[in-house]
């Protein structure tokens, strides 16, 4: 069995990978570096009654990865750029090559992969953390989840300025309902559920734009979205709005919140490039 440990800057995803292929997937929290890895390898175990002998290696990888020496608990233990990572585990959960990967964390990391290659394109810093941010600024919501539910009955018309509002019909490829400009049109009757609303349409249509025209810039036509902050239905709209504006393709594979965290663990499985 291989562990991967994905040591974020706000969460820390781990997967124990057995022989078969299968896999036991973990979110822990903790205050730093060390502490997560310890914990998340250790809430892991005992979780699925994972014994020490039975486990083969650890990866980590991740912002705090750099900061855990040495071997966990007598276990080898090494590291993977979190950027080989993330592309490894984008290319195994969607089963696809050839692919550029979103990897929607505190920002968002952009990546292109292919079979023995893999590259960082760039990124944003628009991503989980603005989410939280401007959520927490406008509304006073901590809790991202609440924020999703709140979105989910919102209205982007009293938030977000639309094409339809300046213009009698459809701009080149541009629709009426797409919006002009975010938070470009706040209406005195705009309510809460509409400003969650609005917030996600701002970073999801920031991440998918930037997104599209990355994998455009390496003729590639397939994107794939992976990250703690990829699981969430206005997302997934938001972002396949987007996918569908620039005739693109954008997959949302099972356990996309821990590609990173299995890429790792797949490191020692595949050889890298």
């Not at 706040?186 to 809460?192: E, G, L, P």
């Not at 397939?222 to 005739?247: C, D, E, F, Q, W």
């Amino acid at each position: 069995m291989i562990i991967g440990i994905d040591i974020g800057s706000t969460t820390t995803k781990s997967v124990a990978i057995y022989p078969d292929n299968t896999f036991k997937t973990l979110i822990t929290k903790a205050f730093d570096p060390v502490t997560s890895a310890t914990g998340a390898l250790g809430k892991m175990m005992m979780e699925n009654h994972i014994g020490i002998s039975s486990i083969k290696n650890i990866v980590l990888t991740g912002v705090g990865a750099s900061r855990v020496e040495g071997d966990l608990f007598g276990i080898p233990t090494s590291k993977i750029e979190e950027i080989q990572a993330v592309g490894l585990g984008g290319m195994y959960l969607s089963g696809k090559t050839d692919v550029v990967i979103a990897s929607l964390g505190t920002g968002t990391a952009l990546v292109e992969a292919h079979a023995g290659m893999i590259n960082h394109i760039g990124g944003t810093g628009v991503g989980g953390g603005t989410l939280l941010g401007l959520a927490k600024t406008i509304l006073n919501i901590s809790d991202i989840n609440t924020l999703f539910d709140l979105a989910e009955l919102g209205h982007a018309g009293t938030v977000d300025l639309q094409i339809g509002d300046i213009h009698d019909s459809d701009i080149g490829f541009l629709k009426k309902e797409m919006t002009a400009a975010n938070f470009g049109k706040v209406t005195d009757n705009a309510k809460n559920e509409d400003i969650a609303l609005g917030i996600m349409n701002l970073v999801y249509q920031v991440i998918g734009t930037v997104s599209a025209f990355a994998a455009k810039s390496r003729n590639i036509d397939t994107v794939v979205i992976t990250g703690t902050a990829s699981n969430t239905a206005v997302g997934k709209r938001i972002l396949s709005a987007i996918a569908a504006l620039y005739n693109m393709n954008f997959v949302y594979p099972e356990y996309s919140a821990y590609a990173t965290a299995i890429g790792a663990a797949l490191s020692k499985k595949l050889p890298l490039k």
